[in-house]
Nanobody, 114 residues
């Protein structure tokens, strides 16, 4: 099983990034997919989730209206489009798959700074 995140980097406040998480080794379409983040000195928190069935989504209040989670089951990939980024969005972002088991990616750093 692998979850490989990409798309992180350094961006100025107000900028955008799109994170991708490519999954392999399990039946992607059967799993709820989520993005979590962890800032230095803070606990890991849920950012967004997209369900396996129906594709309904949930978002943390802190990012509502700015981030959008989506999935492409044909490509076994989940995305996180992040707009209007703020310095407080700086964190390591992790991809998570939840279903019969839970899997985590290795994380990708997002730094929002001028």
């Amino acid at each position: 099983v692998q979850l490989v995140e990409s798309g992180g980097g350094l961006v100025q406040p107000g900028g955008s990034l799109r994170l991708s998480c490519a999954a392999s080794g399990f039946t992607f379409s059967n799993y709820d997919m989520s993005w979590y983040r962890q800032a230095p000195g803070k606990e890991r928190e849920l950012v967004a989730r997209i369900r396996s069935a129906g594709g309904s989504t949930n978002y943390a209040d802190s990012i509502k209206g700015r981030f959008t989670i989506s999935r492409d089951n044909a490509k076994n990939t989940v995305y996180l489009q992040m707009n209007s980024l703020k310095p407080e969005d700086t964190a390591v972002y992790y991809c998570n798959a939840s279903g019969w088991r839970r899997y985590w990616g290795q994380g990708t750093q997002v730094t929002v700074s001028s």
